[in-house]
């Protein structure tokens, strides 16, 4: 069974502040994702990787993908109270359909 | 464009009961899959439908099972619902089936169905 190891599992930070949330593996994946979830809500895609050592950019958002396309990361520059929600790591082997999702990190932001 | 829609949106069962979750994708999309998402195991692939057939499954008990009609819209059910089958069942649509290494493919989730075995 693909585990995705989150860290940290919570993050409670103030406004301005940077932060890093990993997602790590020892499969390899052919694509990963990142999502964010708000309470009441499902899941909405954030970002897809698919290249070893990818990095892409969405606003104060940096993802990248490791080289050995194992392991992920997502930075966030300068925190809002907007970005607090629950981020999933999600990865895709081969073709397949089903996504295996980490285990999750908790973000709150405060002002 | 409507996005998925999960109905009920909260649900109440007692242990023994069954269940009957239904998923309405975006318009267009033929690919539906269901995930359970509780706070101790995060979220499982439980199947995936396209085109009316079961394409793959998670490893869930046989009491979970689902079904695709012709105009894509899912449902899911579950029987003898034990406590711990209470989760947020989420629905989520794709325009293809699969992932492939361009990542094309995107899924998009609905609010979840919230169900309480008591």
């Known amino acids: 069974t693909q585990l995705l190891e989150q860290s940290p599992q919570f993050l409670s930070i103030q406004e301005g502040e940077n932060l890093t949330v990993y997602c790590n593996s020892s499969?390899?994946?052919?694509?990963l994702q990142w999502y964010r979830q708000e309470p009441g809500e499902g899941p909405v895609l954030l970002v897809t990787?698919?290249?070893?050592?990818e990095v892409k950019k969405l606003k104060r958002l940096t993802f990248q993908f490791g080289d050995a396309r194992k392991d992920s990361s997502l930075h966030i520059t300068a925190a809002q109270p907007g970005d607090t929600g629950l981020y999933l790591c999600?990865?895709?082997?081969?073709?397949?359909?089903?996504?295996?999702f980490g285990t999750g990190t908790r973000l709150q932001v405060t002002l | 464009k409507a996005g998925v829609t999960q109905t009920p949106r909260y649900l109440i069962k007692t242990r023994g009961q069954q269940v009957t979750l239904s998923c309405s994708p975006i318009?267009?999309?033929?690919?539906v899959s269901w995930y359970q998402q509780t706070p101790g195991q995060g979220l499982q692939f439980l199947f995936e439908?396209?085109?009316?057939?079961?394409?793959n499954k998670g490893n869930f008990p046989g009491r979970f099972s689902g079904r695709q009609f012709s105009n894509s819209r899912s449902e899911m059910n579950v029987s003898t619902l034990e406590l711990g089958d209470s989760a947020l069942y989420l629905c989520?649509?794709?325009?293809?089936?699969?992932?492939?290494?361009?990542?094309?493919?995107?899924?998009?989730f609905g609010a979840g169905s919230r169900l309480t075995v008591l």
């Open positions: 318009s267009g999309h033929r690919s």
């Open positions: 499969s390899v994946f052919s694509s």
């Open positions: 989520a649509s794709s325009l293809l089936q699969g992932f492939s290494r361009s990542g094309a493919n995107v899924l998009t």
């Open positions: 999600a990865a895709a082997t081969g073709t397949a359909s089903k996504l295996t």
């Open positions: 439908y396209f085109s009316e057939t079961q394409r």
């Open positions: 990787v698919v290249t070893g050592g």
